[in-house]
DNA sequence: GTGATGATTGTTATC
DNA sequence: GATAACAATCATCAC
């Protein structure tokens, strides 16, 4: 729909003619193309807040992660995640719009929650915006809990905090086909 | 020990 | 409108 595809193409061209398949493998990660957008991502990650939630996948990602399984257990030997992705977007492309379907269902949903949160977390933002430091020590707090790995999760989690509960699980079986 | 890199496509965000 | 960045994955290397 946007204009993915052209980036698409063109970020696939330019990593293929720079990064040769082989190489990776050795790690010979070095100046690449990537290596100058770096210092333009490190610099959008440095202002970007940990608290945004993270974007939702994409109907091939969603694909993806039931690729992979698959793919592992056909090939257990292959562990390189190059090697997945490329098989990956070789079936995706394989597939039709009916096999598609199931996974562009998910991705949408995902992309629904993904709105809500970020609903909720540009609010946030208008609001802590002249108290970030709210925000500061609320990153410490999670720090904390990393550190402590030792925290009751049961207990909280029971208390309701930790309600995640998936719920797109439930139909997520829906194969209207 | 930690972070970066490799491939893939699609979507979002930014300019 | 066009393009850059990022989403997951994980073995492996560099620092």
Redesign the pocket.
């Known amino acids: ?8 193409a ?3 061209e330019t ?2 003619a ?4 082989e ?8 100046a ?4 100058d ?6 610099d ?2 440095a202002k ?1 807040d940990p608290n ?1 939630p ?8 969603v694909f ?2 039931e690729f ?1 399984k698959t793919f ?1 257990k056909e090939n257990p030997n292959v ?8 098989a ?3 079936k ?2 394989s597939l039709s719009a009916a096999e598609k379907a199931p996974y ?1 269902a998910k ?1 949408a949903k995902r ?1 629904a929650e ?2 809500k949160l ?1 609903n909720a977390y540009n609010n946030k933002q208008t609001e802590s915006s002249d108290d970030e430091d709210e925000e500061e020590k609320e990153e410490e707090k999670e720090k904390e809990k990393k550190s402590k790995p030792e925290v009751h999760d049961e207990d909280a989690e029971d208390s309701g905090q930790g309600e995640e509960e998936e719920e797109d699980d439930e139909d997520e079986e829906d194969e209207d086909d």
């Not at 190489?23 to 070095?30: E, H, N, Q, V």
């Not at 562990?79 to 490329?86: F, L, P």
């Open positions: 729909m946007k204009g993915g595809k052209g980036k698409g063109l970020r696939k990593r293929s720079l990064k040769p398949v190489d990776r493998k050795m790690g010979k990660r070095k690449t193309l990537k290596d957008k770096k210092k333009v991502t490190k959008k990650k970007k945004k993270k974007r939702p996948p994409s109907a091939f990602f993806l992660e992979r592992k562990k390189a995640v190059s090697a997945v992705g490329k990956g977007g070789e995706w492309k562009e991705a992309k993904y709105g970020m």
